[in-house]
C-alpha cells in the first residue's frame, strides 16, 4: 500500500506525532529518508506496526533534512514501513528491547513510482502501566517518589530498604554481603559519596532523590571499581519553566530509648536527640537555559557510635568498656547548576557545590574489671572536627542528527579536606595524662571522561577513555603527655597518590529472540605511598603499578513477552583508597585501636550470575544465581599488640588474607494489589566462604597472625508496603531483617527494623506534611562475636537508629 504525504494520511501523521508521547516508555527510533540519489525526502510518511499486523502504533513525518524521530514504544517486535508520494513503499523490521532505549535505522532510500494516496485506519497509542519496581536484567530501579518512610532521612537511610543491600553502622553499604561496590550520583563519582568509600551517604537528603538504580553487572562503561556492583542515585529534575522550587523544614528526636544501660561514668551516652533540617530547591527554566540551586542547613545531637566491648583474655582477665561518641553537629550544603542547550546540537552544563560539616565529639570511658567491676582505666576525649569538599564540575555534549548518537566530555575537580583535632585525657593507678594528636588531610581530585555513543538499528554502540589523578597529603602533629600512650616513631605526614588511565568498548545487541552484550575495560593503575623516613615500623615507602583488562559479558534470552533468562560475567577490582592504608591510629577507643596498613594491594574479583525475570500485568519478579570468587579480599584483622606491658591492647589492622568466594540467591518481587496497595520485598541467600590465611603483620611489631578457614550461611528479607489512604494521603510500612552471618575471625548476630511513614497533602495540593519513624523498636544495633588468638571478645554497637521526623514542604 502506498500513501501519499498529504491529505488523510498527512493529517493522520501528525496526529499520531502529537499523540506518541502519550506511551510510557523512553523508547527513541530514528532515521533518514532519502531518494535514489542521496536527496533528503522531506514530509516521508513512517508508520510503526506490530509484528503481528493490524493498526500502527506510532508514526512520525521526516523533517527537510529526511530525518525522523519516533519516540514512545513499548518493547515488542514491530516493523517500519516508509512512505512518499511519488514513491515505493520500503519496510524494516524492528526489535525493541528492554536493555537499548534508542535505535537508529540508518539512511533508508526509496525508490521512484506513480503518485497514489490510500487511506489509514483509526490509529490506537498503547502505553504500559508503570510497574512500582522496575527489574530488568543486571539492574534493579526503585522510585522514592511517595515513599514517606523515607521522609526527613538520608540516601543511607533509603538505602536500607533496598533489596541485596545491607547498611552497616560506618556507614558502609553491602551489596550482596559485600561493601566493595561504587556509589554514583547521577551517573559520576563524587567527593560526596566517596572515591572508594561512602562515608557521605548520610549527608544526602532522601527528599531530593527521584530514584535509585541498583547494578550487579554493570558494563564496561562504568568503572572497573566495585565487584559488588554500581548504585546510581538520580535526583529529581524539574522542567517547568520559569521559577519555581520547594522549601522544607523537618524537626525529629532521636534515640528516644536505649537498648543498654550505659556504663558508670557522669556523661554517658546521649538520648533524646534533637534534629533539625531547613532546605530548599529554586529552579529558573527557559527554553535554552535551566538552572538550580539547592541548599540545606542541618543541626542535630547524634549518637553516631555506641561500642560496648568485653574481652576475655586467655589468662582469664576479662574487661569492659563503652565508648559512647556524643555529637553535636552542625552542616552547610550548597550546590548550584546551570544547563544550555546552545544551538539544538551542543548542549554545555556547569554545577558546583560546596559540603561544610563541623562536630564536637565527647566521651567518658571507664575501663571496668568484667567480673569484679573495679575501674581499671578513665579514659576521656573530646574531638573537634571539621569536613568538607568543594566539588565542581563542566559537560559539553554533541548531540549529532540521530537521536540518541552523541559525543561528551566532562571533567571535575574535587577539594575534600578533614581537620580532625583528639585532646585525650586518662587517669589510672599508671598515670595521669594528657595527650593532644591532630591531622590535616586535603584531597584533590581530577577525573576528565570522554564518551561516544553510536546506536545501531539493533543496538548500540559504546566507547570512551578516562584519567583521573588523585592526591592526598597527609599533616600529623602529636603533643605527648607524661607516660604517653601515643606510638613513638609514627612521623608527622603521609602523601598517597593514584593516577589511573582507562579505555573501553562496547556493545550491544538486541533482536527478537536475544539480547548480547560484550565490553571490555583496560586500565593502566600507578600507586605511590610517601612515608615519612622517621616511621619507625615500615621500612619503606611503596609504589606500584599494574595494567588490567576487566572484560563483561551479558547474553539475554528472550523466552517469551514477558520473560527473560539471561548470564552474565565480568572481572572487577577494588583499591585500597588512603583511610585503609593510613598509619596514623585512631585513639577514641585505645585499647581496641583502629589503624591502617600501607602495604595493602588491591584485590581482584570475577563475577559470574544467572537471572531469569518475569513480568506480569501488576508487577514483575526475578531470581538470580550468583558467584564471587575474590583473590586478596582485605579486611581489617583483630590481633593483639604484646608490647604493652602496661594495658591490655587489641589492634584491628587492614590485611589482605588470600581468597574468599560468596555465592548466593536474590529473589525481587514487586505486586501492584487493586488501587490501594503496592507491595515489593526481597529475599537474599549467601554463602561466604573464607580460605585458611597466615598474614605477616609489621605494626607495632613484625608478627603473623592466622587466619582460619569459615564458612558460613546467611540471608536478608526486605518487605515495602505502600497504602493509598482516602484523601490523597498515604502509609508507608518497610520491614527489614539481616540473618546472622560469618565475618572474620568471628560472627555477626541478627538485627531488624520497622520503619513507618505518613503523608498528607496540604495547601491545595502545593504542600505536604510527613511523619516518619525509623526503626521503631531499637532493634537495628549489631553484635559482633570475635575469635582472635589469645582472646575473645564480644562487641556490640547501639548506635543512632531509632528516629522520629516530622516534615513540612512547601512549592512554589
Known sequence: MRIGSSGPSGFLAAVICATAAAAQSDVVVSGAVIDETGAPIASATVFIYQQTGGDPVTGALSKSDGRFVVAGLPAGEYRVTIESLGYETAERPLTIGRKNNIYDLGRIALARSPDADAPVDEVVVRGERRDPLGVEPGKATFSLDGNTARAGGTALDALKSMPGVTVEQDGKVRLRGSDRLVILQDGKQSAQTGYGEQKGLDTIPADNIDRIEIITNPSAKYDAAGMAGVINIIYKKDAQLGFNGDASITGGIGQISKRREDNPSPLGSFDNNPRGVLSTNLRYNTENVRSFLRGEFLIQRDLPNNEFTTRFYDSGLAIASQVPENRKQKQYILKTGVDWDVDGSDTLSFSAGIDYEHHIDQAEIPFLNADTAEELRFWFWREDEGTGNFTSAIDWEHAFDAPGHKFSVNAQYTRAWEDEAYFLNERSPVRVGTDSTHLVARENIIPVTVDYVRPLPSGRIEAGLKGQWRRLPIDYDVVRGVQSVIYPGL????????????????????????????????????????????????????????????????????????????????????????????????????????????????????????????????????????????????????????????????????????????????????????????????????????????????????????????????????????????????????????????????????????????????????????????DIFNSFGYRYRIDGFGFRAIYENFYQTQELNLSFKAKF
Request: hydrophobic share 35%.
Open 491 to 774: 612521623g608527622d605526614h603521609s602523601d598517597w597518590r593514584e593516577d589511573i588511565y582507562s579505555a573501553y568498548a562496547n556493545y550491544v545487541r538486541e533482536k527478537s529472540r536475544y539480547t548480547a552484550e560484550i565490553g571490555v575495560r583496560v586500565e593502566q593503575t600507578k600507586v605511590a605511598y610517601d612515608l615519612p623516613a622517621d616511621n619507625i615500623y615500615y621500612p619503606t615507602s611503596d609504589a606500584y603499578d599494574y595494567f588490567r583488562v576487566y572484560p563483561n559479558t551479558r547474553l539475554t534470552w528472550h523466552l517469551g513477552d514477558d520473560d527473560n533468562l539471561s548470564a552474565f560475567f565480568n572481572i572487577r577490582v577494588d583499591r585500597p583508597g588512603e583511610p585503609e592504608l593510613r598509619i596514623f591510629p585512631k585513639y577514641d577507643d585505645p585499647e581496641l585501636l583502629k589503624v591502617g596498613n600501607p602495604y595493602l594491594r588491591p584485590q581482584f574479583t570475577k563475577v559470574y550470575e544467572v537471572s531469569y525475570q518475569h513480568s506480569f500485568e501488576n508487577g514483575s519478579a526475578s531470581l538470580a544465581a550468583f558467584y564471587r570468587d575474590i583473590d586478596d579480599p582485605f579486611t581489617r584483622v583483630f590481633t593483639i599488640d604484646a608490647t604493652n606491658a602496661t594495658y591490655d591492647i587489641i589492634n584491628r589492622i587492614y590485611a589482605n588474607t588470600g581468597h574468599a568466594a560468596n555465592y548466593g540467591l536474590e529473589l525481587i518481587a514487586s505486586r501492584k494489589i487493586g488501587d490501594f496497595w503496592d507491595l515489593s520485598g526481597s529475599f537474599d541467600w549467601y554463602e561466604i566462604e573464607v580460605d585458611p590465611f597466615t598474614i605477616d603483620l609489621l605494626f607495632p611489631v613484625p608478627r603473623q597472625v592466622q587466619i582460619n578457614a569459615s564458612k558460613g550461611s546467611t540471608w536478608d528479607a526486605k518487605l515495602n508496603n505502600r497504602f493509598y489512604l482516602p484523601g490523597d494521603m498515604e502509609l508507608n510500612v518497610t520491614a527489614v531483617h539481616y540473618a546472622a552471618r560469618n565475618i572474620a575471625q568471628g560472627r555477626q548476630d541478627d538485627r531488624t527494623s520497622i520503619d513507618l511513614g505518613f503523608s498528607k497533602p496540604v495547601l491545595k495540593g502545593r504542600g505536604e506534611i510527613v511523619f516518619a519513624a525509623t
